[in-house]
Structure formats: structure tokens, C-alpha cells
């Protein structure tokens, strides 16, 4: 399968601070990622859908200036945590697929102290 | 939009039993269904797919079922291992959209 990478994968900062994620398709292109939040024994929560070269569109109750996404290329995506609290606090995990088959990246754990 | 709803939500077998996860999806335009496994801390990783023109598809001791009609799919896991305990998440897509919606997921014990 296809192979993706997330960046770091676990991250400690104050409350206050930004934090940058980063997604990465190694071995295809993609035009399009996903930035998922997972809270501990729960399901996969779609925050957003990041398209190469235009806006990320976002889902309902996200605060897109929150949480600001970048997709500068075919094969990299960011998502930045702006001004970040304890209560986003969680597990951040993108995907993307050479065509409508997802892979996943290992995830990120932040901890807002 | 998508709703998927995903059963049961915790399955508890011993070692060697079979195991069955279902999901029901309410958009009859989504034409594609993977299965993912997601062991604690880790990545959900892709176990099994299906798309809508298949009614079954096997993959040594797992197995996927599709009824397009009721608009369900379910999971087949057999001979259960220790290492098959996860947790499992169904999804559906399609109908124009590569957004898969998941379900709850179901948390799957196999007893030694």
C-alpha cells in the first residue's frame, strides 16, 4: 500500500503556543489529505479536507483559524494548531490515498500544558 | 450526507472463534467500503476493501459481505488470534466524494 508520514509524532508545549503537524505521501501524489482529531477510545473525527493549491474546506464546528492548514504540494500538508489549550489536547492523524483508498499517518499526540 | 452505524461496539471471543462486525450505511450512491484495524497508539491500518460490483471478498482469515440492497457490510474474522484484538472501523464513500465517513468503530477481545 501506499505510505504516508506524520511529523512530529508527539509534541509538549505550553498553552499559548502554535504547533505545526506535518503529512506526507512518500511514495504518490496527492491532491487531497484529511486531518482527523481522535479522542481516546472514540472514532476518527474528519476536521478537514486539505486541497493542493486552493483552500481547505472544513467541517462544521471546526474553527478554521484555529486550526490553519496548508497544502503547498503534491505531497506535503500542514496542519498548525494556533494558540493552542489544553482542550486540544489529542491525537491528530491525516490520510491520503493515490486514488479513493485511504492510508494513514502514524499521528501526532499533542499535549497542551 | 453519510451515515454509518457500526455493531457491536465491543465483542469479547476466545481464541479460535469466529467474529463478525456489522455496519449499515444510509447513502446508496457509496460504492466503496474498507475495513481498517487500529491497535492502541497506532495508525488505523487497512485490512480489507470492498467495492459495490462485489458481493464478497476474502482475504485468508478474513472476509468481507456486502448487500447493497439492505445497505450493509460486515467484517468476518476466523479462527481469532490474540493479535486480532483491536479496535475496528468500517467506512463508506463514494457517490462523487473520497471523503469516507467511519463508523464508531467496535472493540474487538480475543482471549488466550
Known amino acids: 500500500g501506499a505510505v504516508v508520514s506524520q511529523h512530529p509524532s508527539r509534541v509538549i508545549c505550553k498553552s499559548g503556543t502554535s504547533v505545526k503537524i506535518e503529512c506526507r505521501s512518500l511514495d504518490f501524489q496527492a491532491t487531497t489529505m484529511f486531518w482527523y482529531r481522535q479522542f481516546p477510545k472514540q472514532s476518527l473525527m474528519l476536521m478537514a479536507t486539505s486541497n493542493e493549491g486552493s483552500k481547505a474546506t472544513y467541517e462544521q464546528g471546526v474553527e478554521k483559524d484555529k486550526f490553519l492548514i496548508n497544502h503547498a504540494s503534491l505531497t506535503l500538508s500542514t496542519l498548525t494548531v494556533t494558540s493552542a489549550h489544553p482542550e486540544d489536547s489529542s491525537f491528530y492523524i491525516c490520510?491520503?490515498?493515490?486514488?479513493?483508498?485511504?492510508?494513514f499517518g502514524p499521528g501526532t499526540r499533542l499535549t497542551v500544558l | 450526507g453519510e451515515n454509518v452505524e457500526q455493531h457491536p461496539s465491543t465483542l469479547s471471543v476466545q481464541e479460535g472463534d469466529s467474529a463478525v462486525i456489522k455496519c449499515t450505511y444510509s447513502d446508496s450512491a457509496s460504492n466503496y467500503f474498507p475495513w481498517y484495524k487500529q491497535e492502541l497508539g497506532k495508525r488505523p491500518q487497512l485490512i480489507i476493501d470492498i467495492r459495490s460490483n462485489v458481493g464478497e471478498k476474502k482475504d485468508q482469515r478474513i472476509a468481507v459481505t456486502l448487500n447493497k440492497t439492505a445497505k450493509h457490510f460486515s467484517l468476518h474474522i476466523t479462527e481469532t488470534q490474540p493479535e486480532d484484538s483491536a479496535v475496528y472501523f468500517c467506512?463508506?464513500?463514494?457517490?462523487?466524494?473520497?471523503?469516507?465517513?467511519f463508523g464508531r468503530g467496535t472493540s474487538l477481545i480475543v482471549h488466550p
Open positions: 467506512a463508506a464513500s463514494g457517490g462523487g466524494s473520497y471523503i469516507p465517513t
Open positions: 490520510s491520503a490515498g493515490p486514488t479513493d483508498t485511504q492510508y
